[in-house]
């Protein structure tokens, strides 16, 4: 644990449980990682892990330098395993992430069509029991439905099902888009961002936008303006975090790079994060390969397959002072060739990953 970082005793509570697991069930979890481990394509690591405890070494790495990953501190965010979830139920779902190596979950929905009914105080200690911190949702901003479960319709139930949870950030993936694309539109959506984090944090919890990459587009009426930049402006820091879908956010620089006249307009994704910090408690880790075809920049992979660098991002974001333990990882891919396949290979290439000597 970094210096600079509080004790964690839930944190810690959980990597002692792990370490005992692992002694019972790390040659299972071996075979597991073992058998389908990827290689990393930028520096030709084979990665390996064993059931829950970072791997003493990597292939390539030999070893050197600290994890890159802080401990306690990767999660995934369940929408990836919507399939195993829907046929499988929550809790094969949550035995196969702790043989992983995962830490956290973030919900996409309390149900996701788990097979048979679940009630929260039964998520959250299914959670728990495979020593897996729920640590945050996403939720709709908006819906013409009066009933809908989302921000705008349902904040107190919203908030309510969280707090259930023992959730500490609860969020949304939806662009603030409610309103239009012009910036006095984005600045009625931070008015509607504002009142929801004040609520979130009078209950002890960080409200949070999850971007996509159209965030990063130009407003319509002021194509010298980053909508981003003005959703970043309009918030209340204290109020308003984000959740950087790491992948969207580089699909967003292939994407608005210039302006709708074609003047440029450069931008790095890493840089937002290192100017506020403090606002990014959680990230999407996912990953693609570049392809200037692809009107999006990039074809989405397992993480470690593409040409991400996640090893340079997150080593930037934890070297800051103070910040060691200060974010969540959440792995995801929105649609996995194999989605149990996914999460074993993205968990195990990120605990390979070192930061360099």
Known sequence: ????????????????????LGVAAG?????????????????????????????????????????VLPPGRLGIQLYSLRDKVSTLGFGPVFAELERYGYDEV??????????????????????????????????GYYSDDPGAYTFSQNLTKVLDDAQALGLKHIGTASGPFRYGSTVDAWKRAA?????????ARARGMKFYQHNHSEEFSF?????????????????????????????????????????????PAPFEPLNYVLRQPDRYPLFHVKDGESDPSNPYGYNMTDVG??????QRFISAVTRLRGHRMAHHWQAEHDNPAESFTFARRSSAHLHSLREKC
């Open 1 to 20: 644990m970094s210096r600079f970082s509080q004790p964690d005793p839930e944190l810690g509570h959980r990597l002692s449980r792990r370490g005992m």
């Open 27 to 67: 040659a299972t979890a071996a075979a597991l990682l073992g058998a389908a481990a990827p290689a990393n394509a930028a520096t030709g690591n084979t990665t390996a892990a064993t059931g829950g405890a970072t791997p003493a070494t990597a292939s390539g790495t030999k070893g050197r330098g600290r994890p």
């Open 106 to 139: 973030e919900f996409a929905g309390y149900t996701q069509g788990s097979a048979g009914p679940i009630t929260l105080a039964q998520l959250k200690r299914l959670a728990r029991n495979h020593g897996l911190n729920p640590i945050g949702s996403h939720v």
């Open 191 to 199: 008015e509607d961002f504002n009142t929801y984090g004040a609520a």
């Open 219 to 263: 407003a319509t009426d002021n194509p010298r303006v980053r909508l981003y930049d003005i959703l970043l402006k309009e918030t209340d820091p204290h109020l308003v975090h984000l959740e950087m879908d790491i992948y969207w956010a580089y699909v967003g620089q292939f994407r608005f790079s210039k302006r709708p006249d074609g003047t």
């Open 305 to 310: 397959d593409g040409d991400i660098d996640y």
